[in-house]
């Protein structure tokens, strides 16, 4: 299996324009994980799914963010408008139920690097 | 204060040496992760745990429940294992499932 696939794996834009992240997770996994990076905040869970359902977006910073999962194979990630302090690594994970795997492991993207000017 | 703190935050080691990071946390908690982030950006989950102890080659978690702290210990260090290490905890109940909340990690860095 290729792992949990990001694009773009770098993105410059300027403060007002939309971004928009995209996460292929692995296939048959059933959850699925939106985090950011940052030097003074560390890891942050954002938002996760399970089968393709939103179950916790209480990380979500403010409404200029928002992620949908259409379907079992593809998540997005959109911020709209962009601001400089969104600066981040957005990464993705996905993991299989622990019912279905008998563990919990997350499987992370190589992430995004996200430079608003 | 953090529910997981880690320490030290920054740990300077000569290749061979035993290594010790420690991560103890505030909260009742279903499972532990170690994490292991490459100076390239890229995350690897090392392990997970709930009690005990786990080895995986040179690599060895230990987690103690009743006093809410878990160390991870890397012998014969090379200058391979030169990363940033998270400790991430998963807090108990069915509405927390697969939420981490994640430590600040310990910049390890393995001279030759």
């Known amino acids: 299996d290729a792992g949990v696939i990001q694009s773009p794996r770098h993105e410059v834009t300027e403060m007002g324009q939309e971004v928009t992240l995209r996460c292929k997770p692995i296939?048959?996994?059933?959850?699925l994980f939106w985090y950011r990076q940052t030097m003074m905040r560390g890891l942050e869970l954002l938002i996760y799914?399970?089968?393709?359902?939103?179950?916790?977006d209480s990380g979500m910073p403010e409404d200029r963010f928002s992620a949908k999962m259409p379907n079992a194979s593809f998540s997005t990630l959109k911020i709209q408008p962009s601001e400089p302090r969104d600066s981040a690594v957005y990464f993705c994970?996905?993991?299989?139920?622990?019912?279905?795997?008998?563990?919990?492991?997350?499987?992370f993207g190589p992430g995004t690097r996200l430079l608003v000017l | 204060k953090n529910e997981v703190e880690q320490s030290p935050q920054n740990l300077t080691a000569q290749e061979g040496e035993f290594i010790t990071i420690n991560c103890s946390y505030s909260?009742?908690?279903?499972?532990l992760h170690w994490l292991q982030q490459h100076p390239g950006g890229g995350i690897v989950s090392l392990f997970m745990?709930?009690?005990g102890k786990k080895k995986h080659g040179r690599l060895i978690a230990t987690i103690n429940i009743q006093e809410k702290h878990s160390s991870l210990h890397i012998t014969a260090s090379h200058p391979r294992d030169s990363a940033v290490y998270i400790c991430a905890v998963k807090s108990k109940g069915l509405q927390s499932y697969g939420k981490l909340t994640f430590g600040q990690g310990t910049i390890l860095t393995v001279h030759p």
């Open positions: 745990l709930s009690s």
């Open positions: 799914f399970n089968n393709n359902v939103p179950i916790d």
């Open positions: 994970a996905s993991s299989l139920s622990y019912r279905a795997s008998g563990q919990e492991t997350q499987y």
């Open positions: 909260v009742g908690i279903s499972a």
């Open positions: 296939s048959g996994h059933d959850y």
